[in-house]
Nanobody, 119 residues
Framework: QVQLEESGGGLVQAGGSLRLSCAASGRTFSTYAMGWFRRAPGKERERVATINWSGDDTYYADSLKGRFTISRDNAKNTVYLQMTSLKPEDTAVYYC????????????WGKGTQVTVSS
């Protein structure tokens, strides 16, 4: 069992940056792949980025490459999402997830954190 709690969301102007954090409980954190997903109003959930258990393999949605960076610190049981050059269309609730599937880790979910980008 893994419990996840996101933090770091908020309101930011277009062009700004935010770093999301996801703190995980449980001794097996380092064995799980982690991911960030988002759901914008009126849209389906979108996979943003994933990272494997060791942190040396990552995936990004094509539209986000170069602006978002996922990383993890297994010693701190934390995964991060650094977001730069934010756009109004990045406005969404961002969710942290964990799982065995390195490309779609979705067994455990956090409650989400709101990111709002103003124009």
């Amino acid at each position: 069992q893994v419990q996840l709690e996101e933090s770091g969301g908020g309101l930011v102007q277009a062009g700004g940056s935010l770093r999301l954090s996801c703190a995980a409980s449980g001794r097996t954190f380092s064995t799980y792949a982690m991911g960030w997903f988002r759901r914008a109003p009126g849209k389906e959930r979108e996979r943003v980025a994933t990272i494997n258990w060791s942190g040396d393999d990552t995936y990004y949605a094509d539209s986000l490459k170069g602006r978002f960076t996922i990383s993890r610190d297994n010693a701190k049981n934390t995964v991060y999402l650094q977001m730069t050059s934010l756009k109004p269309e990045d406005t969404a609730v961002y969710y942290c997830a964990a799982g065995r599937d390195e490309r779609y880790p979705a067994e455990y979910w956090g409650k989400g954190t709101q990111v709002t980008v103003s124009s």
